[in-house]
């Protein structure tokens, strides 16, 4: 069946500006998943969603970090006020059990 | 905080031979999941194999096998008769105390030669 996607696959904007960034998991995971993958940190865990229970934010690196999850299944990733720091790829991921598969990312770059 | 070390930033190997990528993890559960990523220039994350820490089993998938030892916190992925598409950015991640967070390593980048 079909994996996870991940939209656009690569971004460029200005600074300041927000961007929105979208993940479709694989049919019928429950669990899904946001990281952010960047030269310095490495890969860093951002959010998790689980069904209809209150999302795990403790990784959103500031609150001008938001996402939300409709209807159980896709997701948006937003970032208000770009900074240039914020450049990197945005990995999403989905799961049943206990294995994240993930999308192929979204490059951000912040100018 | 837990950590997932890989010591080795780039490792090289020769078709048709075997190589080892070591990882060492901290956590302080009894159960747990460690899994190895192969992430090539494509970006996407591949998923190589998967452990459960109560197995005592070391998992193994194709030419691709684990060395688990519990007590020491090591989980290294052994690549038998590789092969040029094999050729990518390996990653070790291990569960978090959450229980669904993966935590990673810095990743090992393997090259592949003919």
């Known amino acids: 069946g079909a994996g996870v996607s991940q939209s656009p696959s690569n971004k460029v904007t200005e600074k300041g500006k927000d961007v929105e960034l979208r993940c479709d998991p694989i049919?019928?995971?429950?669990?899904l998943y946001w990281y952010r993958q960047s030269l310095g940190q490495g890969l860093e865990f951002l959010i998790y969603?689980?069904?209809?229970?209150?999302?795990?934010k403790s990784g959103l690196p500031s609150d001008r970090f938001s996402a939300e999850r409709t209807g159980g299944s896709v997701s948006t990733l937003t970032i208000q006020r770009t900074q240039q720091e914020d450049s990197a790829v945005y990995l999403c991921?989905?799961?049943?059990?206990?294995?994240?598969?993930f999308g192929p990312g979204t490059r951000l770059t912040v100018l | 905080a837990q950590t997932v070390t890989q010591s080795q930033p780039e490792m090289s190997v020769q078709e048709a031979e075997t190589v080892t990528l070591s990882c060492t993890y901290d956590?302080?559960?009894?159960?747990?999941?460690l899994f190895w990523y192969k992430q090539p220039p494509s970006r996407q994350m591949i998923l190589v194999i998967r452990?459960?820490?109560?197995?005592?089993q070391n998992a193994t998938e194709n030419r691709f096998s684990v060395n688990f030892q519990k007590a020491a916190k090591s989980f290294s992925l052994k690549i038998s008769d590789s092969q040029l598409g094999d050729a990518a950015m390996y990653f070790c991640?291990?569960?978090?105390?959450?229980?669904?967070?993966?935590?990673f390593g810095k990743g090992t980048s393997l090259l592949v030669t003919p």
């Open positions: 991921a989905s799961s049943l059990e206990d294995t994240q598969y």
């Open positions: 049919s019928g995971h429950t669990a």
């Open positions: 969603f689980q069904g209809n229970s209150a999302p795990d």
């Open positions: 956590t302080s559960e009894s159960d747990y999941y």
């Open positions: 452990q459960e820490a109560y197995k005592q």
């Open positions: 991640a291990s569960e978090t105390n959450s229980g669904y967070a993966l935590n």
